[in-house]
């Protein structure tokens, strides 16, 4: 093994080589957990044969790991997915779905479903597809298909609050819009006010002095304008005692 860039070393040994989905390669010896040599995503990675042994060349800018067997006692590849937290089963191959890095994927077909920011995925199951249900909270909770096909969030909130508040700057209402993964608040005289709001990821508990929505949010109370301190504001009640019922 020669691992060249600002310095060049050269190992032998019975070694295992490593090649990551990403193509991060890695050479292990007996000794243990860490690789005596390695190449984080390189830019190339060739895999050559040669007779009853092989040449692994990882390369990255200047630096280049090369890795030459004189015999392979074994090569395998094999099939890697992400690994995540458990949610429920695929209904259309029957495989499991788990949840990572703010998704769920089905480990066998590989379908992938996006959630929502502060979205829970339940255990309960949707009766017309049969995917998981997810928990979200924009202004008081919605228990939603997964698939935003089937069950589409910003109908669930347009239901709920389109036209709930007026445009603090004129006399319109604050219309529920949607855009990819996410849904806002836009003034119904849009283009000529271009007023919007972000839907925070919280319920409403209050009304703010200035006229729009406190929601408790993960991060604390806060008003629907993200520019108002809140200064003056009096709660009307407990907001804990306000929030809906998630029944």
Known sequence: MTDRGDRTRTHRGRVVVLIKPDDTTLVHDADGYQ???????????????????????ARDGSRRLRVVAEEATACR????TEAGVPVGTCPDDGGPLVRSRGD????????????????????????????????????????????PACDPMEDAVSD??????????????????????????????????????????????????????VFETAAGLGCLDGSCSLDGYTASGDAEAQRPNDA
């Not at 690789?35 to 060349?57: C, I, Q, Y």
């Not at 920011?117 to 979200?136: E, F, M, W």
Request: charged share 25%.
């Open 104 to 147: 769920v994927v089905c480990l066998d077909c590989e379908t992938r479903w996006g959630l929502p920011a502060g979205a829970s995925v339940t255990d309960a199951t949707c009766d017309d597809c049969g995917l998981p249900k997810i928990r979200v909270e924009r202004g008081e909770p919605f228990h939603l298909c997964l698939d």
């Open 35 to 57: 690789p005596v040599a390695w190449l984080t995503r390189p830019e190339s990675v060739v895999v050559e044969g040669d007779g009853d042994g092989f040449t692994v060349t």
């Open 77 to 80: 590849a094999l099939p890697v």
């Open 160 to 213: 709920r609050f389109d036209r709930a508040w007026d445009c603090p700057d004129c006399e319109g209402d604050l219309r529920v819009r949607s855009a990819p993964g996410r849904v806002y608040l836009g003034c119904e005289n849009y283009p000529d006010c271009e007023t919007t709001f972000s839907f925070p990821a919280g319920v409403v508990v209050d009304e703010c002095d200035c006229g729009l929505p």
